[in-house]
T-cell receptor, first 109, second 114 residues
Framework: DAKTTQPPSMDCAEGRAANLPCNHS???????VYWYRQIHSQGPQYIIH???NNETNEMASLIITEDRKSSTLILPHATLRDTAVYYC??????????FGAGTTVTVRA | GAGVSQSPSNKVTEKGKDVELRCDPI?????LYWYRQSLGQGLEFLIY????????KSGLPSDRFSAERTGGSVSTLTIQRTQQEDSAVYLC????????????FGPGTRLTVL
C-alpha cells in the first residue's frame, strides 16, 4: 500500500541533471519523504530524506513542494553508475519502509 | 565499520524443506527489518524488531515464516516447509531507533526453492 506515485521509467543523458518526480498527495504531517535506490543485484541504498524543507547532500537534492503533496529528486550530474531503480517512500521517522514499483532510471552515454 | 551482513548469500533448497537465513546488523543498531524481493518486484516488508519491544510481524505472509532476534543483535528468519513461491531475495536492514535517518541494507540472501 505504497502512498506514492512515480513514473515507471525515465532516461537521462550522462552528465545532465536527472529530475525524478514523486506524488504523495495523502502524506500526513508526521511523515517524511525518503528516497532510496537499488542498483541491479544489490540491496537498496539510502539517498536522502526530508520533511518540508529542501535538502541537499553529496548524492542528490530533494525539492518538496510547499503543500508537501509532491517532491522531486535531483541527481545533478548523472553518471552511468546512477542507473538504478529509484524509490520514493513516505513514512513516519523510524517506521518500516513500503516500497512501490519505483522509477527505473537509465543513464545513457 | 562493517555493514549489515547476511548469510548464506545463496541458498538452494527442495520444496518442503526448512531454511534459516541469518542477519548480522550494524553494531549499535537496535532496529532490524526483514524484507523480501521477488524477481522483478519491489520490496515487501516482512517483520520489524525494535529493541525489547514485541516485533511487528504484520508482513509475514504465512505461519510458515518466523523470525527471532537473540540478544538484540543477530536475527534469524526461518521458513518452514518451503514452497516454490518462497523463492526470492531476502533482505535485512538495520538502523538506529526512532531517531534514525536511514536503514542500511545487507546484500541479501537469494533463496531458490526447487
Amino acid at each position: 500500500d505504497a502512498k506514492t506515485t512515480q513514473p515507471p521509467s525515465m532516461d537521462c543523458a550522462e552528465g545532465r541533471a536527472a529530475n525524478l518526480p514523486c506524488n504523495h498527495s495523502t502524506i500526513s504531517g508526521n511523515e517524511y519523504v525518503y528516497w532510496y535506490r537499488q542498483i541491479h543485484s544489490q540491496g537498496p541504498q539510502y539517498i536522502i530524506h526530508g520533511l518540508k524543507n529542501n535538502e541537499t547532500n553529496e548524492m542528490a537534492s530533494l525539492i518538496i513542494t510547499e503543500d508537501r503533496k509532491s517532491s522531486t529528486l535531483i541527481l545533478p550530474h548523472a553518471t552511468l553508475r546512477d542507473t538504478a531503480v529509484y524509490y520514493c517512500i513516505v513514512r513516519p521517522r523510524g517506521g518500516k519502509l513500503s516500497f512501490g514499483a519505483g522509477t527505473t532510471v537509465t543513464v545513457r552515454a | 565499520g562493517a555493514g549489515v551482513s547476511q548469510s548464506p548469500s545463496n541458498k538452494v533448497t527442495e520444496k518442503g524443506k526448512d531454511v534459516e537465513l541469518r542477519c548480522d546488523p550494524i553494531s549499535g543498531h537496535t532496529a532490524l527489518y526483514w524484507y523480501r524481493q521477488s524477481l522483478g518486484q519491489g520490496l515487501e516488508f516482512l517483520i520489524y524488531f525494535q529493541g525489547n519491544s514485541a516485533p511487528d510481524k504484520s508482513g509475514l505472509p504465512s505461519d510458515r515464516f518466523s523470525a527471532e532476534r537473540t540478544g538484540g543483535s543477530v536475527s534469524t528468519l526461518t521458513i518452514q516447509r518451503t514452497q516454490q513461491e518462497d523463492s526470492a531475495v531476502y533482505l535485512c536492514a538495520s538502523s538506529f531507533p526512532l531517531a534514525a535517518n536511514e536503514q542500511f541494507f545487507g546484500p541479501g540472501t537469494r533463496l531458490t526453492v526447487l
